[in-house]
């Protein structure tokens, strides 16, 4: 290996280093918001519900919701091409949106499907309306995140 190229990859792997950082910050408060989302749904605190009361419903319904958000920020980073400020501003709008219409996708489920979420992640076994309602979420995502690419 040459010096010169020694002197071309260290700035390479620097910008490298910055932006996986700073993509995984703007993800992880994605993913922050959408299990907050989530949380919105559900009776009482998420988080108590999954550790506490080991609800596989809650559980399944955060996953799928975390899952749909990771497609959304993965294609936004992709379709940026290379371009960190436009892959970090892809990300957050269009990885906001997507929890948006997740949150919209459990409404609508709630109110005009009749899944009802709140009840549901108080059973003790995984419902079949949580699958659907989690497979919605990550059909969402995986929507969202093509409708970005396109």
Do not use: H
Not at 2 to 30: H, K, N, Q, R, T
Not at 34 to 44: H, I, L, N, R
């Amino acid at each position: 290996m040459s010096l010169a190229l020694d002197d071309e990859l260290g700035p390479i792997l620097a910008e490298g280093v910055g932006a996986i950082f700073a993509y995984a910050a703007v993800g992880l408060a994605l993913f922050i918001l959408g299990f907050y989302v989530v949380d919105w749904t559900t009776p009482g605190r998420l988080i108590s519900i999954i550790r506490r009361d080991r609800s596989p419903n809650a559980t399944f319904l955060a996953c799928a919701a975390t899952i749909g958000i990771g497609f959304i920020v993965a294609v936004a980073i992709y379709s940026a091409g290379g371009d960190l400020l436009e892959g970090l501003i892809r990300v957050a709008v269009f990885g906001g949106v997507g929890v948006i219409a997740q949150a919209l996708a459990v409404l609508v489920f709630d109110r005009l499907v009749g899944v009802d979420v709140r009840s549901c992640v108080q059973e003790p076994k995984l419902e079949p309306a949580v699958v659907l309602l989690g497979v919605a979420n990550v059909a969402i995502g995986l929507v969202t995140a093509m409708a970005v690419y396109g």
